[in-house]
């Protein structure tokens, strides 16, 4: 008999976020989950008490990108404050369902993500603010312009509030 093909909790989590990342965590099943590892759904429930455990771990990661993300964004010569906005909101926009998953999780808080990235004075926290509703808006659909668009709106802000 041939050994048994060992499947990893961070296997698990690996495939998860890929299929999150592109499906979404609302189209995510143990079931889905064990088709595209080829195994059964026995390594995810050993590996997590339930599915609630395994979308904190993916929420933990997804913030970790997104930090990540954020704090490398430098397209241009931007203020320190509008340069993390950007990335922010830039981040939301190319991965709409890691940015769902992190805010619907309930492991992502606002005030930290303030302080961790902002460094937390009015301006960064009005901006941080209106580019989350920027986001809502263009995630559920009822922002409806591009990329550069927004981007003007936001420097245009930034510039008005940091007089």
């Not at 509008?82 to 991965?95: D, H, M, P, T």
């Not at 998953?101 to 603010?129: G, W």
């Amino acid at each position: 008999m041939p050994p048994r093909k060992q499947i990893t909790k961070e296997q698990i989590i690996e495939k998860a976020y890929e299929l999150v990342s592109i499906h979404g965590f609302h189209n995510l099943s143990a079931r889905i989950l064990a088709s595209e590892m080829g195994c059964s759904t026995q390594p995810i429930y050993i590996s997590f008490q339930n599915m609630n455990e395994l979308k904190d771990c993916l929420a933990k990661k997804a913030i970790d990108a997104m930090m990540l993300y954020i704090l490398a964004y430098k397209k241009e010569n931007y203020a320190p404050v509008l340069s993390k906005i950007l990335g922010y909101v830039q981040f939301a926009s190319e991965e709409k369902y890691l940015y769902q998953l992190i805010f619907s999780s309930k492991i992502m808080d606002l005030d930290k993500t303030k302080n961790e990235v902002m460094k937390s004075d009015e301006l960064e926290q009005d901006m941080l603010i209106y580019a989350h509703g920027i986001i809502m808006m263009k995630i559920y659909g009822t922002l409806l312009v591009d990329w550069q668009e927004i981007k003007k709106m936001i420097i245009k802000v930034y510039e008005k509030l940091s007089v």
